[in-house]
């Protein structure tokens, strides 16, 4: 109840935008992750790693918008390239210089990358990547992770948030039905196929029993939304390998995971097509999918029997003005920089929950963590599921209590650092965490 109350009388503006809101979008929002009771936030102000709501208070973002703002709020550079590039116009509904100094820059840091294409979304991108992979092998089957997920395009839905290796989605109480499976057609849940991370044994065996028709398997180098769980290396080693022979199509999900560094060189895995969005955008909507080129071949609109491929923004100019900033400003120094400060942060909150007497742990890698309540191993989405349905009333309070604190985290315990984050800032939210924490207990 106190910390209800204190969130109410801190957050008046907030409620009146929610009435305000739910008057013309279903829940008050558009996103069903950013919605929580009573109401969420509404924010008004963005500056580096600062947030101001409608009522005018500050918070400290460790949320960056699930990831995606990597750069901060309104980073100097980034905001300097969208005003020039405005002015000169945003989508000239033709090609533009800019796709090739963007594309140039993704293939020249990715080494998979022959090729790519642009579109507006992550979920778009992953889309693509699929299509390709079916395009190109002739195949109609999709292999992805149970708790993968890749957006919401109908295909991605399965499996989306949490498994127990059945090839329907699962339904998370706490999730709003439109993020899980209602309007999916059968067929569509009859064309995925799913399987745990980090288990090759399973995966060896899927792929392989449906070796015939299995056209991709798409899957993140770290579980992002399915709960922030690194792949094993051996598991990407092995699914390359088991592809190889099966001549199945291989596609990274990096629409996350970029920011927190070059998985497939880490991993010394080769994937044939990777997809992108998020801080490749610089704030803006973007996505990418790419890879092999003799896959990225059936896009080409003079080839024997192109895939069709459009988009009415599409690489638009100040997505691409503001991504070709993101990628200057983001190189493998502020990735080392961000991620040795995640596993600072990660061991502190482990630290101040051990202290408190709560049973948790954070989890992650880099500048991406999660906490879950509980204890015991996490390989899989399927502990992830057990960990939060365990004091999911804890979790919802956490969250509300860390808002109430000036902190901005994501509700199912994501949390992400970002450029401007500093040091005295982790250790704030560090103590505030373990204050929220004693005072929940
Ligand atoms: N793939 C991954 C790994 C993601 O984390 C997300 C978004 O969270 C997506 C795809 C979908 O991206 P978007 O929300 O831009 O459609």
């Known amino acids: ?157 399965v499996d989306a948030f949490v498994a127990n290796g059945r090839l329907f989605p699962q339904h998370d109480p706490e999730l709003a039905p439109a993020t899980v499976s209602h309007g999916v057609p059968e067929q569509v849940l009859d064309s995925v196929l799913s399987v745990p991370y980090n288990d090759l044994d399973t995966a060896r065996r899927v792929l392989s029993e449906w070796a015939e028709r299995v056209a991709a398997v798409i899957v993140e180098p770290m579980l992002g939304v399915g709960g922030g769980i690194p792949a094993d290396p051996e598991f990407l080693r092995g699914l390359r390998e088991v592809t ?52 990225m071949e ?34 493998p120094a502020d990735i080392e920089r961000l991620n040795r400060m995640g596993e600072r942060f990660r061991s502190g909150l482990d630290r101040v929950a051990a202290d408190a007497g709560v049973a948790g742990d954070a989890v992650g890698c880099g500048s991406i963590s999660y906490f879950h309540f509980g204890s015991g191993e996490i390989h899989d989405a399927a502990d992830v599921a057990a960990r939060r349905a365990y004091r999911a009333d804890l979790r919802r309070l956490l969250h509300l209590e860390l808002l109430n604190r000036g902190f901005v985290t994501g509700r199912h315990g994501i949390m992400c650092l970002s450029v401007p984050t500093e040091p005295s800032d982790v250790d704030k939210f560090t103590d505030a965490f373990g204050g929220a924490l004693r005072a929940l207990r």
């Open 1 to 157: 109840t106190r910390v209800l109350d204190e969130y109410e009388s801190r957050t008046r503006g907030s409620l009146a935008a929610f009435r305000k809101a739910r008057e013309y979008l279903p829940g008050g929002d558009t996103r069903t992750m950013t919605s929580y009771d009573p109401h969420p936030v509404y924010f008004d102000e963005g500056r580096g790693v600062r947030l101001r709501d409608v009522d005018g208070n500050w918070y400290t973002d460790f949320l960056a918008n699930y990831g995606a703002l990597v750069h901060g709020h309104n980073h100097p550079a980034l905001l300097e390239a969208v005003h020039q590039r405005v002015e000169l116009g945003t989508a000239p509904g033709g090609p533009t210089l800019s796709q090739v100094e963007h594309a140039r820059r993704l293939c020249e840091r990715v080494p998979s990358l022959d090729t790519v294409r642009y579109c507006n979304s992550g979920t778009e991108a992953t889309m693509w990547a699929l299509r390709a992979a079916r395009a190109f092998t002739g195949r109609d089957l999709v292999v992805k992770i149970s708790g993968g997920y890749h957006g919401t395009h109908d295909w991605s839905q």
């Open 244 to 295: 190889e022979r099966t001549g199945t199509l291989l596609v990274f999900d990096e629409c996350a995971t970029f920011r927190v560094g070059p998985w497939q060189v880490w991993h010394d895995v080769r994937p044939d097509m990777t997809t992108f969005s998020k801080i490749i955008g610089g704030g803006l909507p973007i996505g990418v999918f790419g890879g092999r080129a003799d896959v």
């Open 298 to 331: 059936i896009f080409d609109p003079s080839g024997p029997d192109p895939v069709f491929h459009a988009s009415a923004f599409g690489a638009n100019s100040l997505s691409l003005a503001a991504g070709i900033a993101a990628l200057d400003n983001f190189g």
